[in-house]
């Protein structure tokens, strides 16, 4: 975090949310010494899904191939509150993505205003076609405190070969849109990034984006490593400069993960996913929910966070890792 938006995220600090943070620090500590799933606290994080739906075709995303063996929905407000109640005095940090376009969702900024009045952190990850002048002012307006803004590309050459169906001038149009409803609104938030997705067709454009977001007022560019389902024996995605790869280049025609995969993993304490219909899933990784830990739709999230399933594959995870299937292709993971 800058120091703008780190100051802002101080703010959601209370004195319950901060023993929560240490409680769950101090359980995961534990669980690494004794090899057993101890926790104590709720999660510091949760990522919600609004909606599986999105309107492009990326290469290495489900929603984007169409790939999922779950079903496409929107998320249900009702549930959504009905959670938020429950986490609102430990909860710290709120996504509002996992699959999919979080705009498609009618009541998106709804939600978000839900969870702003309850002085939790809020972010969300979006392609931007849909900021037009009257949604980039409700999106001011709910009190969002962090917009992540998918640009991987500075012309639209570049940006389609990845963000496939995608146009960049409306990405553009909207970040503008977004800047000036900050502006008009004299309003600090949201902290607007340009996210990067690094692969081999864009690495070199890495300089122009730091250039297009100065002109623009976009407030940070964030660099990401790209998750490539099939690397093994390479891939025209796999960036050159390996500093911006996830897999090692073993000069033999084959790739490995770099991530050592080291048995335990500081997201099993501190957050997880909620997707679109309820399932309590451990982590991001996880994208077609295979492992499903719970439902709200049956239980209270402290039901499903303490249940016999979590504390199973808590436990499968501390025994071994790397035969966890959605850990083999993890970049993360372990807290130090």
Known sequence: ????????????????????????????????????????????????????????????????????????????????????E????????????????????????????????????????????????????????SGIDRMIVSIDGTTQETYQQYRVGGKLDKVLEGTKNLIAAKKRLKSKTPHVIFQFLVVKPNEHQIADVYKLADELGVDEVKLKTAQIYEYENGNELIPTIDKYSRYKDNQDGTFSIKNKLLDHCWKMWHSCVITWDGALVPCCFDKDAEHPMGTLQDNTFKEVWNSPAYTNFRKALISSRSEVEICKNCSEGALV
């Open 86 to 141: 429950e986490l609102k005095d430990t909860l710290i940090y709120l996504t509002f993505y996992f699959q999919g376009e979080p705009y498609l969702h009618p009541d998106f900024l709804e939600m978000v205003k839900f969870a702003s009045e309850r002085k939790i952190y809020t972010a969300t990850s979006t392609n931007a076609h849909y900021l037009t002048p009257n949604v980039a002012e409700k999106t001011v307006k």
């Open 1 to 84: 975090m800058n120091l703008k938006d780190g100051l802002n995220f101080a703010t959601k600090l209370t004195l319950k949310r901060v023993w929560n943070g240490l409680s769950i620090l101090g359980s995961y500590g534990l669980s690494k010494i004794t090899k057993e799933p101890n926790i104590k606290g709720l999660p510091l994080a949760i990522g919600f899904e609004p909606t599986t739906s999105c309107n492009l075709r990326c290469p290495e995303c489900p929603s984007g191939l169409r790939s999922f063996t779950r079903p496409t929905g929107m998320l249900q407000k009702e549930l959504y509150e009905r959670a938020i």
